[in-house]
């Protein structure tokens, strides 16, 4: 499957910015962070109970948003806490017709990470987790 290779190339391009976004430019660190949203929409969070699957999915939210967002919650993490600031900050921060549409991508990849929170059921949650997942490897794609 096309979002499996790219959950494993995404963690590699996650590992090459593991010491934080300090002087990294805002197109690296929205690759970075979008890279670690993916691997834990497509992997992590397709696997494991309900409650595995919604803390994967609200990870996601959290490196799509950043500290500064709406839905972040602090206690379920940030695995792109070194990253970047958030792939909607970074992203606004590009100046590049295309980061506009990895931008609206990663937003759409947001509500369904959020639906797939809010689901009270396993498949439900997981079937967000790929359609989020399928919105992030679209983001990625569509960056310059």
């Not at 499996?4 to 910015?17: E, N, P, Q, T």
């Not at 969070?45 to 709406?70: D, I, M, Y």
């Not at 900050?89 to 809010?118: C, E, K, M, S």
């Amino acid at each position: 499957m096309r979002i499996g290779v790219a959950a494993v190339l995404a963690v590699l391009v996650g590992l090459a910015f593991p010491d934080g976004a300090a002087g990294q430019d805002p197109l690296a660190a929205a690759r970075a962070q979008l890279a670690t949203a993916l691997f834990y929409a497509s992997d992590l969070a397709q696997r494991g109970s309900l409650e595995a699957t919604r803390l994967h999915l609200r990870q996601v939210v959290n490196c799509l948003e950043g500290p500064e967002g709406q839905h972040y919650a602090p206690a379920a993490g940030n695995p792109c806490q070194r990253q970047g600031r958030g792939v909607f900050t970074d992203l606004q921060a590009v100046a590049h017709p295309r980061a506009g549409t990895a931008l609206r991508y990663a937003q759409a990849a947001n509500g369904f990470a959020l639906q797939g929170v809010a689901a009270t059921d396993l498949e439900v949650a997981q079937s967000y987790a790929r359609i989020t997942a399928f919105d992030l490897f679209n983001a990625i794609e569509a960056l310059p």
